[in-house]
């Protein structure tokens, strides 16, 4: 087959694809006429096209056959049986015998394998997202080349294309659907990685309700459209064919973005407008472009940005596809904007409820400490008793527990928006400071309880010196009404709740002295609550099986966390492997208990590397990892599980330094350095993810002194000082502090260090690579650094 019958070929198939199939048989006539091998070549191509899309389609030399290679085996991949088959390969089932799971393996034969330039940016992306493991992101697993051919092999779906959903019309959930899409793209185009050919035949839907979006970084290997380029004059104008000049356009007419049909190189930004397109579709059902347009009038269409919304769309819906279709790629939001776009879509009835709810809270705030006020003000006139005012006011607080505790805390939290309870959990903090104690310490605890939650929600806010008032307010509250019931579990637990959260935030700004009584009472506290019970059980009505498990877990971890920071590591160890024994059958029984185990876990792997144990850090940092990692992965988009998803990179990275490997050390530190930058993208106010890209810098920079690359080292650690001064305004946590006093130690800035590392070791904090850097850089005379240490 010459290339000019391969073009004439292509360029049927491609209209034939675009024709409705009730109409192909009758326009195919007239399209060739009386060359029936012609005929007979597409007739065979449009055959397998359910199978693969046309862009992966290349005709075999006549007479040819595709060599079916099931049963084979290339390494350690086994190929078990063809699921597809096209021009540029074919597609196996196949089984890694290694790890022994199933996979994909696309075969792509040897005279169709890609460039050596093409073939090395899709291997930097692969390995980009074989890292990645994105639940809604085929994985790329491995890439293998032989003297034959090039084999991919991916995870292994099952489900139906998008494409497949569409042909019944609009699906039921178009915007569940799209969200899974955008979280895809989000994951990838954060690091750099668009897809280029986005439509509903790459988007699969798996039986448990999963999309999966197919063939990230395979569209730079895919055919090359071919379409006249009007914006050039032909050399020829004499010739039949005016298309002389030709742009070369890699992607799917219909999908294509505007810079694309042009010949612009494929970016984010027009994945963006290819989703667009692809979301109108689920809104409708409906592509945007008319079913009887051909490639050639599809590409025009493209270029000129000539697209009509659909019309009967919610306002936000319409809103939303006209930013994505913008003919400017950069006026249109990315990935993320999207998704959230998408997230507040879906969450419209029940933001509607909640914000109703918190109104109404606020209200009910207003009115109680309005009526409190003037009940206080016209006491004489309204001559009522003294005990009267009391239930009044204690009636209002009630009140207000039962909204704060059971119709907005546990909802908001659970979908992460306390931001919204925020201003409520203020006056709700200036409410309670006008009730004395006795309205206060009635019933149960109830009052105490929703003062406790405010002060959760003041200091997830990062209001910490409001949230430790309230915090002490409910304790001072709690003590002596568990004197006074001794054999009340509930009121037991409450106090426990008071001493360990006060704890907590002690901890926080570094108060280790007096964060730790808090600590070993909740410990105390929490073993009698569970005394007799196997772990995870306990009874259902409260405090529940559940609620005494975490209090004890969490208790034991904030303990041996402080430990660690004073640098009595040993002891730290003690807390934490009891805790790791009481988590692991406990999470067995109870599944939310899995935070507290991977918080436990995650402090075991920094005690281990403190007392420098390379033959037990690199374990237990590797368990640490796992299941931070099974966490993440379940939901992806919890802000919190993706921190604790770049610490767990963070503190791997460090393990295997100390272990030697260096190599994958860095590639480790880099992974959770991206994943912390996204996190910084998504919440670029909130300290804390500024802070997680600096200590994985100086992870980075540190592996990079072990490897003598010193000016990259320096590099980073500058980069960690832009990132800490800002943060340290703030007069944020000791570890903030100590993070730049490693970059200005590292530095030479021994002047600026000095009284930095002064307020740290004066503070309690004694962990051994902060004594060390002091020491050796004698930034605290030696005499007073042996007398703070015994």
Request: glycine residues 8%; negative net charge; proline residues 5%.
């Amino acid at each position: 087959m010459n290339p000019e019958r391969y073009q004439q070929i292509k360029a049927i198939l491609i209209e034939a694809l675009d024709r409705p199939p009730e109409t192909r048989a009758r326009w195919l006539d007239e399209a060739c006429g009386s060359d029936a091998a012609l005929r007979a070549e597409v007739e065979s191509l449009l055959a397998s096209e359910a199978s693969e899309s046309f862009l992966e389609q290349r005709p075999f030399e006549a007479g040819a056959e595709a060599t079916d290679v099931s049963g084979q085996q290339f390494g350690r991949i086994r190929l078990d049986r063809m699921i597809a088959r096209g021009g540029m390969g074919e597609v196996y089932a196949g089984t890694d015998t290694l790890l022994q799971r199933p996979v994909a393996v696309k075969r792509m034969q040897s005279d169709l394998r890609v460039s050596a330039a093409r073939r090395s940016a899709f291997l930097s992306e692969a390995q980009v997202l074989s890292g990645l493991k994105h639940p809604n992101i085929c994985q790329v697993y491995d890439f293998i080349e032989d003297a034959n051919q090039d084999l991919l092999v991916m995870e292994l779906i099952d489900g139906q294309t998008l494409r497949e959903i569409l042909i019944h019309g609009r699906p039921a959930d178009p915007i569940g659907l799209a969200i899974q899409v955008a979280r895809g793209l989000v994951a990838a185009h954060e690091r750099g990685i668009a897809h280029c050919d986005l439509k509903p035949e790459n988007l699969i839907l798996t039986p448990e309700g999963t999309v999966k979006v197919l063939d990230f970084g395979l569209a730079s290997t895919r055919e090359i459209i071919e379409a006249s380029d009007p914006s050039e004059p032909s050399e020829n104008a004499g010739d039949a064919d005016p298309a002389v000049r030709r742009t070369e356009i890699m992607g799917t007419p219909g999908y294509l973005a505007p810079e694309q049909a042009r010949g612009e190189p494929g970016r984010t930004a027009a994945d963006q407008w290819s989703f667009g397109l692809v979301l109108a579709e689920l809104l409708t059902g409906h592509r945007l472009f008319a079913a009887d347009l051909d490639s050639r009038e599809l590409i025009e269409q493209a270029r000129q940005a000539k697209v009509s919304l659909p019309g009967n769309l919610p306002r936000a819906e319409t809103a939303l596809l006209g930013s994505l279709l913008d003919p400017d790629p950069k006026a249109r939001p990315s990935a993320r904007e999207t998704l959230q776009t998408l997230e507040s879509i879906r969450d419209r009835p029940a933001r509607r409820w909640r914000y109703g709810l918190a109104a109404g809270l606020v209200g009910l705030i207003v009115m109680a400490t309005g009526k409190y006020t003037l009940d206080l003000q016209n006491e004489r006139a309204l001559a009522l008793a003294a005990q009267e005012r009391a239930e009044i006011a204690r009636a209002e607080a009630e009140e207000l527990a039962g909204y704060m505790i059971d119709e907005l805390y546990g909802g908001l939290r659970g979908v992460g928006r306390l931001d919204l309870l925020e201003p409520v959990a203020i006056k709700a903090a200036d409410y309670y400071g006008r009730l004395d104690d006795g309205e206060l310490r009635g019933g149960r605890g109830e009052q105490s309880l929703a003062l406790i939650r405010v002060a959760e929600v003041l200091d997830m806010q990062g209001h910490l010196a409001d949230a430790t008032t309230a915090y002490q307010r409910a304790l001072d509250n709690l003590i002596p009404l568990a004197e006074q019931n001794p054999d009340d579990e509930l009121v037991q637990y409450r106090r426990a709740l008071a001493e360990r959260n006060l704890g907590e935030v002690l901890r926080f700004g570094g108060d280790y002295r007096n964060s730790d009584p808090h600590a070993i009472n909740a410990i105390r506290m929490a073993r009698t609550l569970t005394e007799g019970l196997a772990p995870g059980r306990g009874p259902d009505e409260e405090p529940t099986g559940q609620q005494r498990w975490s209090l004890l877990l969490r208790a034991l971890y904030l303990y041996a966390d402080s430990l660690v920071r004073q640098g009595q590591v040993p002891e730290a160890l003690i807390l934490l492997d009891e805790a790791e024994q009481l988590a692991v059958p406990a999470v067995e029984v109870e599944a939310s208990l899995r935070r507290d185990l991977g918080d436990i876990q995650y402090k075991r792997c920094m005690a281990y590397y403190d007392s420098q144990q390379a033959d037990q850090v690199v374990p237990a940092c590797r368990a640490s990892f796992a299941l931070d990692e099974a966490l993440y992965e379940s939901n992806p988009d919890d802000v919190r599980l993706q921190r604790n998803m770049a610490a767990a990179y963070w503190m791997l990275g460090r393990a295997l330094r100390v272990a030697g490997n260096h190599a994958q050390a860095l590639e480790t530190s880099t992974l959770g350095e991206q994943l912390a930058r996204a996190i910084v993208a998504r919440d670029p106010d909130h300290a804390d993810s500024h802070n997680t890209v600096a200590v994985l810098l100086i992870s980075k920079a540190q592996i990079h002194l072990a490897m003598d690359a010193e000016a990259e080292a320096e590099a980073l650690f500058q980069e960690v000082l832009g990132i800490t001064r800002p943060l340290m305004e703030n007069a944020l946590d000791h570890a903030t502090a100590h993070n730049q006093l490693i970059a200005l130690t590292h530095l030479g800035e021994l002047d600026e260090a000095r009284p930095l590392a002064r307020e740290i070791f004066d503070s309690g904090w004694r962990r051994p690579e902060f004594l060390e850097m002091v020491a050796t850089h004698r930034l605290i005379p030696a005499d007073e650094l042996v007398d703070g240490i015994n």
